[in-house]
Structures are given as structure tokens and as C-alpha cells.
């Protein structure tokens, strides 16, 4: 058994995951990802939310929240058809805005079926119709609510109903099972004590006491990442609720990750071939079906890793197989590689946030550690200049003798499925995975620049460089490059407007030059990434830069005597700006001088405006 990092670092190392894109104020990579997480999830919810509120009409006992609770836990309020790629590891396809299972495989509920029974709806209405979806998952609640005899709000009392009308097995004999029973609980009801939620959905504040339902010690386990499950259960007073109890410790591999081994029968020996590669993949469903699902002795699917996205569980990574068994996630390519799940769905942009991307990226950089994989190797290039596209269904960059070593399910051979797809963000990834690379300053005012190789030598292999222009003091920088030749596909050049890889990008360049480029901060960073194998005669380039206006401009005003009835010239000048070639911008006022003060007549011609609260017409 090794153990790669100290467990006294724990906490704070899982903290500095979290808070990692808050504290790199200048990731707009972060940003950006994170903006576009909400803009999707935005969108799903407009086109769910008439069906949300005409089900609450229709049942207005059932409490306001819950049905956008459970479906955000399952499709984020999306619309998942027969038409939804399958998961590569075979879990069971759920349907509509509800995220219902009509097939559990013999493992899984079948809760589309009972819902069916309850309602009258036909299993068709309610897998194909989003509003019969949606309508017939509250009628489902409201009747099983008067079985119950519930007549309050509460959410807490509608706890049998969540387990119930969910998915999940219920064989509370396997301990895991009973964790993912409580880990879905939570995210239910974590979503419903969520203020920004309540005021973004419109549901009341329930105030929910979270950890008194569960108890102390299994509420820190739910929300602990760092928990091995391998004692018993412990169950309330009333033993109405599913809750694990289990004990904190590392696991074997990653201690970031709490440990819930697969079924034996869904993974086997490495029969002594060396780890090379990481395998990325989109489960097609939550974070919490796929690790009941790796339980299934007849599933015959299996990765090391899954990963969590959604808000209850986001940080959140399970170890499901010791990296020195082979898992079964990518055929014939299991012997050589450890595999993720990544929570979410391969079509909907909503799942990918920028801290699945960092947790993720952390395990990996670990791995690549342990067992000699070049973080250089990870993929990035996800679209050509020709517009071929690398991210958008199979694409074979080779086996174990490939240059690419981290890289997505569809990019090995012999595959039929397309996960993680063009939603996952390859060039992030990249530069998550190689934080830290040195870089090379260059401060003088102009100079020239070139790749490694030299004025006349090809750079090399496996190169990732940074090459930082900023000139002190300098307003703007511009690069003009002279030769320009990559290896077209497969090396690049990024060039950025500021002086870290997280700056706006300008531009990324690979069978075209660059040209002329000009950075408006006065700090322009260049990036450059070569893989394995073949090379080129690199790049030749000047930059020059412009200074700040350090010198205020002057006026001369060439005229004779006091009262002037003639026009006049004035001259304005400025010795430093642009080498004194001119002025951008110049502004003048024509005052009298009445023996008091300064002042202006607009009817006499004597104009004045000092572009702040003092004016006189």
C-alpha cells in the first residue's frame, strides 16, 4: 500500500482545491468556464420552468422546490431523451426533465415504471412528453404523500417519498449503496436550503436542520471527502432513514478521495503491464448512479475514479478500483491506462465547472507523478486550423505508443463512445495540469525573439515555454514575427494579453503566422507547446513597445497684444508621446478677464467647460 502525500496536509489541501479559482483572481479561463456553466444551466431551466409551475398548480401540496431539487440532482433541469448518447460504463438511461429510469438493468429501480402506476400516465407519455414528465413526477409525490398522511411543507417529511420515488438500489446489506442513498438525500435537500437557489427558483426558505436528520457524526461523513466506508450502519431512532457511518481515513492511492470498492466481478488484474495513460470520460448520469452502479456484479464496468460536479457533492472524488488493477472502461486499452467518470452529460455544458476541471486535474497531475506520465502529454489540441475537430465524436491518436497520454475515451482505438466531448475544455485542462511552467522575461523597450532552436536550428520535442514581453512601464507591446513554421496539427503558439496563460488569449496560431500582434496591456506573455515527436524551424520575431505619456503637453499661442478680434493659432505639442509625433486628444477654452476672475460669455465668443461641476455660460 503507498501513500503518495502526508495525511496531516489533508484538510488544508482539499481547502486550496476549493478555493483555488477564487483566490486566482486573474484565471478568467475560470471565469469564463464557470459563466458558461450558469448560461447553460440558465437555459435549461426557461424551457423546464413552465412545466415546473403548471405541476405545482395542478398539485399545490406538494412543496415548491422539491421537483426542481430532484431534477437538478439528475438532468439540471434538461430534457434527456431515447436519443441522449448511452453511458460507456452501462448505466441505466433515465428519461425527461425528472431523470427517470425506465430499465434499471435488474439493479436499478425503475421508478418511470412506478410512476406510471401511480398516475395513469403511460410509460411513453412520461419518457417522451417533458410536460407529462414533469406533471406526472408530482402526481407520483402527491399520491404517495396521502398514503403517507402528510399535510406540511416540510420537506424533511417527504423523506421516504425522495427514497421511494428515486432510482437508487435499496439494499441496505451494502454499505455503499447506503451511502449514495444518503449522499442523493443531501443534494436534495442541500439544494433546497440554498438561498441563491431559493431566490433563483422561487421557493420559500425552509431552513432545513440537514444535520440533525442525518445525525453529527453521518452528516460528516456525507460531506466528508475524505471517508472510507467499512463499518456498519447506524440508522436513526425511528430507523426510518438510510444513513452510513464509516471511518476517516486515506484511501490507498489518492487520500483526497474517500474509498467505495467496485463489486469484484467488474475488474481484474494488470497481469504486470506498466500505467501510461489516464482515460477522461462523461458518465451520462449523476455522480451517485454510477457509484451504486459499480456495486452491480453483472454491470462489467468499472473506472478508478468518479468525480463530482453537482453543488452538494462538488469536490467530491470516490475511488471505485486500486490504480494497480485494470478497470473496465475502455475495452482493449484497460491493461495500460486508470480511467475517471466524470459526473454530467456529454451534451449539456452545465455539469463542466471549473472545480470538477481543478479536482480532476489534481488527481491526474498525482498519477502523472507516481508513474512517470509527462503532464506535457496531456491533449489540448481540440480543434484544427482546417477546422477539424479533435472534441466532437471518435478521433484515434493511437494506443499506449501515442504521444497523447491524458486524453478522452474517444481518442483511443477501437471505441464507440464520444465522452467527455466538445463541452469538455481540453486547453483548461491543459493548462491545470501544467501550472508552474518557468518563463522567460524579456524587459528591454524592443528586441528580437526566437524559439529554442535559434535563428537556424528546429526547437525541440516536448517543449512547453513561456516567453513574457514586459518592457517597463510600458502602455503596449508589439510583436511582429518574420518566419513562422510549427508542425501543423500538432505544436502551437499561444499568445496572450497579459502575463499569465489565464490572460485573454489574442490569438493561437499554428499553420498560419501570427503576423503582427499588439498586447494593450504592456505585458504580453507567448506560450509554446510542442508534443513527442517531430518538429520544426520555429519562429523568428520584434517586439517593440510604447511608453507611457510621462510629460504633459504644452500650448503656444502666437499672438500680439491683449484683446484679440482675429483668429488665432494655438499650437499644442507633447515631446513624449509616440517619439512626439502628435497628440491623441487636445482641448481648448477661450476665457475674460474681468479684473476678478476668469470667466466666459458664450454670446461674446468666450467659451469655457473644465469638464467637472464648475461651468460658467
Not at 153 to 165: A, C, R, S, T, Y
Not at 179 to 203: E, I, R, W
Not at 268 to 293: D, E, F, K, P
Not at 295 to 318: D, E, F, L, R
Amino acid at each position: 500500500m503507498k501513500l503518495r502525500i502526508t495525511l496531516i496536509n489533508l484538510a488544508l489541501i482539499f481547502l486550496a482545491a476549493l478555493t483555488t479559482n477564487a483566490q486566482k483572481s486573474e484565471d478568467l479561463d475560470a471565469i469564463q468556464i464557470d459563466k458558461n456553466v450558469q448560461t447553460a444551466l440558465d437555459d435549461n431551466y426557461s424551457s423546464a420552468k413552465p412545466y415546473f409551475d403548471a405541476a405545482y398548480i395542478a398539485f399545490p401540496d406538494v412543496p415548491k422546490g422539491i421537483l426542481e431539487a430532484i431534477s437538478f440532482h439528475y438532468t439540471h433541469f434538461r430534457l434527456i431523451t431515447a436519443q441522449s448518447p448511452e453511458s460507456c460504463v452501462g448505466l441505466p438511461r433515465v428519461y425527461g426533465i425528472m431523470g427517470l429510469t425506465l430499465d434499471g438493468k435488474n439493479y436499478f429501480r425503475n421508478n418511470l415504471l412506478l410512476v406510471s402506476a401511480l398516475t395513469g400516465y403511460s410509460a411513453q407519455q412520461i419518457a417522451e412528453d417533458p410536460a407529462i414528465n414533469v406533471k406526472a413526477f408530482a402526481a407520483a409525490i402527491d399520491s404517495l404523500r396521502k398514503q403517507h398522511g402528510i399535510t406540511s411543507q416540510n420537506p424533511l417529511d417527504f423523506k421516504q417519498i425522495f427514497i421511494d420515488l428515486s432510482e437508487l438500489n435499496i439494499d441496505s446489506t451494502n454499505i455503499v449503496n447506503d451511502y449514495v442513498m444518503s449522499l442523493y438525500l443531501n443534494s436534495v435537500f442541500s439544494f433546497l436550503n440554498n438561498t441563491k437557489y431559493q431566490k433563483h427558483y422561487g421557493f420559500p426558505a425552509y431552513n432545513i436542520d440537514i444535520k440533525s436528520f442525518f445525525g453529527e457524526e453521518n452528516y460528516k461523513i456525507i460531506n466528508d471527502p475524505f471517508t472510507r466506508l467499512d463499518k456498519g450502519l447506524v440508522k436513526t431512532n425511528n430507523g426510518s432513514t438510510y444513513k452510513p457511518m464509516g471511518i476517516k481515513v486515506s484511501c490507498p492511492d489518492y487520500p483526497f478521495s474517500l474509498c467505495n470498492w467496485v463489486s469484484t466481478t467488474n475488474f481484474s488484474s494488470r497481469s504486470g503491464t506498466a500505467i501510461s495513460n489516464l482515460v477522461m470520460h462523461t458518465v451520462q448520469g449523476s455522480y451517485t448512479g454510477c457509484i451504486s452502479w459499480f456495486q452491480n456484479t453483472s454491470a462489467s464496468a468499472s473506472t478508478q475514479y468518479v468525480v463530482a460536479s453537482n453543488s452538494a457533492n462538488a469536490g467530491k472524488i470516490c475511488q471505485m478500483v486500486l490504480e494497480s488493477n485494470k478497470a473496465w472502461h475502455v475495452t482493449t486499452e484497460n491493461p495500460y491506462t486508470i480511467g475517471y467518470e466524470h459526473e454530467g452529460y456529454v451534451d449539456d455544458a452545465s455539469w463542466y465547472t471549473s472545480l470538477m476541471y481543478q479536482i480532476s486535474a489534481d488527481l491526474s497531475k498525482d498519477i502523472c507523478t507516481q508513474y512517470g506520465i509527462s503532464k506535457l502529454r496531456t491533449f489540448f489540441a481540440d480543434t484544427l486550423d482546417n477546422g477539424t475537430a479533435h472534441d466532437s465524436g471518435l478521433y484515434d491518436l493511437g494506443g499506449v505508443s501515442g504521444c497523447t497520454k491524458i486524453r478522452g475515451h474517444q481518442h483511443y482505438t477501437g471505441q464507440s463512445h464520444t465522452d467527455p466531448g466538445p463541452n469538455w475544455n481540453w486547453n483548461y485542462y491543459y493548462k491545470l495540469m501544467n501550472v508552474g511552467t518557468a518563463v522567460t522575461t524579456y524587459t528591454a523597450s524592443s528586441g528580437t525573439f526566437t524559439d529554442t532552436g535559434g535563428a537556424s536550428a528546429n526547437y525541440s520535442d516536448d517543449e512547453r515555454k513561456f516567453y513574457l514581453v514586459q518592457p517597463a512601464g510600458a502602455s503596449s507591446v508589439t510583436l511582429t514575427f518574420t518566419a513562422f513554421d510549427l508542425e501543423d496539427n500538432w505544436d502551437y503558439m499561444y499568445i496572450y494579453n497579459g502575463n499569465t496563460e489565464f490572460s485573454p488569449l489574442i490569438g493561437r496560431y499554428n499553420t498560419t503566422s501570427p503576423g503582427t500582434v499588439t498586447a494593450t496591456s504592456g505585458k504580453m506573455l507567448i506560450e509554446f507547446r510542442s508534443d513527442c515527436a517531430t518538429n520544426a524551424l520555429g519562429w523568428a520575431a520584434n517586439w517593440t513597445s510604447v511608453a507611457p505619456d510621462a510629460i504633459a503637453p504644452t500650448t503656444a499661442i502666437a499672438v500680439t497684444g491683449n484683446w484679440q478680434t482675429q483668429n488665432f493659432t494655438a499650437n499644442f505639442t507633447d515631446a513624449d508621446n509616440v517619439g512626439g509625433s502628435g497628440l491623441e486628444k487636445s482641448y481648448y477654452q477661450v476665457l475674460e478677464y474681468n479684473g476678478t476672475e476668469w470667466g466666459a460669455n458664450y454670446n461674446n465668443g468666450f467659451l469655457a467647460d473644465n469638464f467637472d461641476s464648475y461651468n460658467s455660460t
